[in-house]
């Protein structure tokens, strides 16, 4: 097996479009949108290259439409866009959480609401991400640190599409799009590629919804024989509209369950100095840099504190979080909102300890010093 490539000074939004090639996808519909538009001029050059094919479409609710017709059609399918254009994807994010459509939405967070400030970083998209389409829905949203985590994070988002048959969120933000880091990208023969079940049985007596024991069906492509119905309304298990009482709640029901039975798999976090830390810092993307250092030199101080950093936001890693807030004196979210991930930290924590915040709404980065003062607040 032939090692690591060549280092490469690589953007984020870089990283991206190489995870998602790695990944397979040979698709991409989206419209051009800072600060992700990095990722379509990639695509747009390379797809064709591989045999892909790119497309820009009309608008962001076509963009997600057409890339839920690419899945259905069996190719690996992505777009990516920021937050007014995610906005505008939600009616067919929750068309493909129905449908159970594999499909992956990079979402590079900016200030916002509205149009905001294009070219400035926020993270005010963190619970639209999980509840922005209505109803209750399955999703997976990871959030990179790092230009080199963006590529292993786009090829896990794929992955996870596939075998989970579900829209998956890629949550950047504006910072780790347009930085740039010396990157050794693994070799192809290092990434591990995840696709689709296919049904083991023959056409006629094909299922489409009937679920396996991880909760998650056979996905029979368009176009080999396999005839089924897809709507974005409930379905019984052949795909048809349902009015039964039963049959809605078990549809429902699988579709979350399918995420929550498997959240060992999915959930992934990362920490720093956790084993004696009397206060911990929780923060994700962009801010989790400014919180390394942070913790790094209080450390230096002499002060017991510790980094933890969801890289899954959703399913939420509320058991691990439980877990520290059993052992600290208190708990410091920073992130760029006024507090959307401060919530759940709240609410897994379960009144065991404070939970504190300190965050920023103005385009600028939380500094490692305005971390530490909220810290020694606590202490």
């Not at 990079?106 to 905001?116: A, D, L």
């Not at 208190?330 to 924590?349: D, H, I, T, Y």
Request: glycine letters at 10%; a neutral charge.
């Amino acid at each position: 097996m032939s090692g690591p490539t060549k280092p490469r000074l690589m953007q984020g939004n870089e990283a991206c479009a190489e995870g998602a090639l790695a990944a397979g996808v040979r698709f991409f519909a989206g419209y051009p949108i800072t600060p992700s538009t990095e990722i379509a001029e990639i695509l747009a050059e390379r797809l064709p290259l591989l045999g892909g094919k790119f497309i820009q479409m009309e608008d962001e609710i076509a963009s997600m439409a057409a890339v839920i017709g690419a899945s259905l059609a069996g190719v690996k399918a992505i777009t990516a866009t920021s937050g007014p254009g995610f906005s505008l994807k939600q009616e067919n994010i929750g068309f493909a959480a129905m449908a159970e459509v594999p499909c992956v939405v990079v979402n590079v967070q900016r200030t916002g609401p509205s149009t905001g400030v294009p070219t400035a970083a926020g993270q005010g998209d963190v619970l639209q991400a999980r509840w922005g389409t209505h109803g209750d829905h399955p999703v997976i949203a990871l959030c990179p640190s790092c230009v080199r985590e963006t590529f292993e994070l786009t090829v896990t988002a794929v992955n996870l599409s596939e075998k989970y048959r579900v829209p998956v969120i890629l949550l950047m933000d504006e910072v780790i799009a347009h930085m740039r880091e010396k990157v050794e990208l693994p070799s192809p023969g290092e990434i591990k590629v995840i696709d689709r079940k296919k049904p083991r049985t023959p056409p006629e007596k094909f299922v489409p919804y009937q679920p396996d024991a991880d909760g998650v069906p056979p996905m029979a492509n368009f176009g080999e024989g396999y005839r089924y119905h897809v709507t974005g309304l409930i379905h019984d298990k052949m795909g048809f509209p349902t009015n039964k009482g039963p049959e809605i709640a078990g549809l429902v029901t699988r579709l979350t369950g399918k995420i929550e039975q498997n959240a060992a798999d999915i959930i992934r976090w990362e920490g720093l100095y956790l084993e004696d830390a009397e206060v911990v810092v929780v923060a994700y993307g962009c801010v989790a840099r400014s919180a390394r250092e942070a913790v790094k030199k209080l450390r230096r101080e002499g002060l017991n504190v510790g980094l933890f950093r969801p890289v899954t936001l959703w399913p939420f890693p509320a058991a691990e979080i439980a877990k520290r807030a059993s052992r600290a004196r208190g708990l410091v979210v920073a992130e760029l909102n006024l507090g959307q991930l401060k919530l759940e930290v709240e609410r897994a924590s379960q009144g065991k300890t404070g939970v504190h915040f300190v965050g920023r709404i103005d385009g600028e980065l939380l500094t490692p010093r305005e971390i530490i003062a909220q810290v020694k607040g606590v202490l």
